[in-house]
């Protein structure tokens, strides 16, 4: 669960588990007190029913704790939002185009790909758009993810961290096909990066087709 593969893991996956911590915590906490108060003040042992009245200590506790615990999870998925909005200046930058049913990147140089090829350890911009309707770029093992519009370009930046070969998925249903957008985000050693992105010869190694997959039917 915990293997992600770019600079936003560790603050994305400790956000998830401190989140997942907090309620398990308090779903075994209530839930066994629960069970306890049911058992200790079943109607056989309190044959007559008393009214119970206010405790302020009581009332002041189970008010603040969860409001301290309710803003640290707030903060952190703050923090990482903001590490996520703003890109550093250095980046490659990528465009990616969304439609029905695939994904186009297109690199500085003008070469274009069905699948992302990214060097390690080297920041990169994605500026997204789509051609038709909503679609939501995700790379699950990055931890990004981000809607994509027709009407509105729209950026999300990652830094690689492990060589390999990664799942693209659209993450937005967006028709028929939605399928067909999953893909594969392929880290590269920079220099293999640099040969592969200089190379003119037509790229053999992409996925999609999409004509054949939509008349394939
Ligand atoms: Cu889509």
């Known amino acids: 669960m915990f293997n992600g593969a770019s600079n936003f893991a560790k603050e994305v996956d400790f956000a998830f588990l401190f989140t997942l911590v907090v309620s398990i915590f308090f779903l075994v906490l209530i839930t066994g007190l629960m069970i306890y108060f049911v058992v200790k003040y079943n109607r056989k042992r309190n044959p007559k029913a008393t009214n119970v009245h206010s405790n302020v200590f009581l009332e002041v506790t189970w008010t603040v704790i969860p409001t301290i615990l309710v803003l640290i999870m707030f903060w952190y998925g703050w923090v ?3 590490d996520m909005s703003e890109a550093p200046k250095d980046t490659l930058n990528i465009d990616v185009t969304a439609q029905m049913w695939k994904w186009t990147f297109k690199y ?11 060097p390690v350890d080297k920041p990169v911009k994605l500026n997204l758009h789509s051609l038709d309707v909503n679609h939501a770029f995700y790379i699950p093992k990055f931890r990004i993810k981000k809607d994509v519009y027709p009407n509105q370009q729209r950026m ?15 993450a937005e249903y967006c028709g ?14 920079q220099e293999e990066f640099s040969v592969w992105l200089n190379t003119t010869v037509p790229d053999s190694t992409t996925k999609n087709d999409s004509t054949n997959k939509s008349t394939g039917k």
Do not use: Q, R
């Open 80 to 82: 990482g939002y903001v």
């Open 108 to 118: 500085e140089n003008g070469k274009t790909t069905d699948s992302l090829y990214v």
């Open 176 to 189: 028929l096909n939605h399928s067909y957008m999953y893909n594969k985000v392929k880290v590269m050693p």
């Open 156 to 170: 999300i930046w990652f830094e690689a961290k492990e060589l390999g070969s990664f799942d693209i998925a659209c």
